[in-house]
């Protein structure tokens, strides 16, 4: 089965620091990576994608993210935060399971930048 | 047009009640979900349907049931439902499904959410 682990809960910046949420996954086949983004009251909204290519995404915003195989990893980057971007990022999986596309979500992160 | 509706917003219900929560996208996806969200949790996946036939029910239980009427839209109707089950309900849909034997993933967007509260 898949599953998505973010280790960071809770993460507390000021503005202009720079950010990075991890997120790793475990699955034994070909994966797609996402991150999307919940704003305070706020639907959830795709902030980048990874499906094949270059392991370097970029995303809306300002966001990156790295996918690294063989560490099983797809962590969310931003060289400079703003206020704005408090808000909990979701990592994201998707993968064959049964025939179907599944997705797994992790816990999230909640991230709070301080003017 | 790349927006997934949802109504109610908020619906508050007692036990006893009979409810519909309502879905629609007009991208011409022809896969659409239904997830669970509690608070501070991921959403859970509970329904997939691809081209209006269900395709998935992770283990839901029978007081939620799903309706695909036409490929734009997505019905969950609920009937003696648990304080429990009070939670977020997204709407999510997608291009297409991954095919058995085949190889490829779509994005799912998602809508704004019915916030249940069930008394």
């Known amino acids: 089965a898949q599953s998505v682990s973010q280790h960071n809960h809770h993460v507390i910046l000021s503005e202009a620091a720079s950010l990075e949420l991890g997120c790793n996954y475990s699955y034994g086949g070909t994966v797609n990576l996402f991150w999307y983004v919940q704003y305070p009251g706020q639907h959830l909204q795709l902030l980048l994608k990874y499906f094949s290519g270059d392991p370097l995404v970029k995303g809306i915003k300002g966001f990156e993210a790295e996918f690294i195989k063989s560490k099983f990893s797809f962590n969310l980057r931003k060289p400079s935060v703003q206020w704005s971007d408090t808000a909990e990022y979701f990592c994201a999986v998707t993968g064959n399971s049964g025939g179907y596309q599944k997705v797994t979500f992790g816990t999230g992160t909640k991230l709070q930048v301080i003017p | ?119």
């Open chain 2, 1 to 119: 047009d790349t927006e997934v509706t949802q109504t109610p917003k908020h619906l508050v219900m007692g036990m006893t009640n009979k409810k519909s929560l309502k879905c629609e996208q007009h991208m011409g996806h022809r896969a659409m979900y239904w997830y669970k969200q509690k608070a501070k949790k991921p959403p859970e996946l509970m329904f997939v349907y691809s081209y209006e036939k269900l395709s998935i029910n992770e283990s839901v239980p029978s007081r939620f049931s799903p309706e695909c009427p036409n490929s734009s839209l997505l019905n969950l109707h609920l009937h003696a439902l648990q304080p429990e089950d009070s939670a977020l309900y997204l709407c999510a849909s997608s291009q297409d499904l991954l095919l058995a034997g085949g190889g490829y993933t779509d994005t799912q967007y998602f809508g704004p959410g019915t916030r249940l509260t069930v008394l």
